[in-house]
């Protein structure tokens, strides 16, 4: 069973880069006023459902109001609680204290995404959550990477975000043919709002600050690249999927919404916490290894069970050159 939804990218993995970071600067007061005047607009940050995804009731839309000769008495609108007017500064006790941004993640490995410091000619940032202050991560790397690349962002698309952004960039290159490329792809463990309390495990939630790089040159000698997102999949279509990948005998990297499924003995599962980045550090950590074993194909394989989609990429391994 394949994907119905996939494409090569053009261009050679030449590296594949993967860095955590700890956790970062301090909130100025500047912003941290900013952030709660944002949130106070919609009220207090909802605890009881995970990020991005709040239950909520319809909105009723606006009230019939009989004509009125004067300003017409208006209730609260639909969806906005009965606040009384505040003297004191907005409540900024669910702020978080610290945070790595996106653009902190990106500056960190600037030096390796520079590489030689031949002109690259796109980047795609890949991550499932918000980033934790307002910011511009893809205008920073064109401003510091060599070649001035644009750069875009895929995100919201939860943990088949890297599959989705590899396709877009693979479509990039077809289209305008650069000789490098990255797919940065992170996490961020800062959520503005934060996420319901600790405890209340939730796959889509980071709990770290990483980024992994995918970098693509026509001189790349690791492999090529193969990334495919199929929709409307549940989760017994995708334990079908990893069930028929038992059969290659090649190895096997999954996220933890597949953790109920048998699969092949060479299956390596990634934890949760780490929700865009988990698959893609274990590739960086075992891609050398299974090129000297003689593997000659690693798929990645990941199912969001709420967006029903399964993200899958197969990386066709280059034998390392022999020594002589």
């Known amino acids: ?38 949130a106070a607009l919609s009220g207090p940050p909802d605890h009881t459902q995970p990020s991005g995804s709040p239950d909520r009731a319809p909105s009723p839309g606006p009230p019939d109001r009989a004509p009125s000769p004067g300003p017409p008495d208006r209730a609260p609108s639909p969806g906005s609680p009965d606040r009384a007017p505040s003297s004191g500064p907005p409540d900024r006790d669910w702020l978080p204290e610290r945070r790595t941004t996106f653009t902190d993640m990106a500056a960190g490995m600037l030096d390796e995404l520079r590489g030689d410091g031949a002109p690259i000619g796109l980047v795609v940032l890949a991550h499932g959550t918000p980033d934790s202050e307002p910011g511009w991560p893809a205008c920073f790397l064109t401003w510091r990477l060599p070649g001035a690349p644009p750069a875009f962002a895929v995100a919201d698309q939860g943990v088949v975000t890297p599959f989705t952004a590899l396709r877009v960039a693979g479509a990039r290159i077809r289209a305008d043919g650069p000789r490098r490329a990255i797919v940065l792809i992170m996490d961020q463990r800062t959520l503005v709002p934060p996420p319901r309390p600790a405890g209340a495990a939730d796959a889509r939630i980071p709990l770290r600050n990483r980024a992994v790089a995918l970098v693509l040159d026509e001189r790349g000698t690791l492999g090529t690249l193969t990334a495919g997102v199929e929709p409307g999949v549940g989760p017994k279509r995708a334990g079908g999927f990893l069930a028929g990948l038992a059969e290659t005998g090649q190895p096997v990297l999954t996220g933890p919404a597949l953790a109920s499924w048998d699969g092949p003995p060479n299956r390596v599962r990634a934890s949760v916490g780490a929700p865009c980045t988990g698959l893609w550090a274990l590739a960086a950590e075992g891609l050398d290894r299974w090129r000297a074993a003689g593997v000659r194909r690693v798929h990645l394989l990941d199912h969001d069970p709420e967006l029903r989609c399964l993200g899958h990429c197969a990386v066709d391994l280059v034998p390392p050159p022999l020594l002589p």
């Open 1 to 38: 069973m394949d994907p119905l939804n996939v494409s090569r990218v053009p261009l050679p993995l030449a590296r594949v880069l993967c860095r955590d970071f700890p956790l970062g600067r301090a909130y100025e007061p500047a912003l941290q006023r900013f952030l709660a005047d944002v």
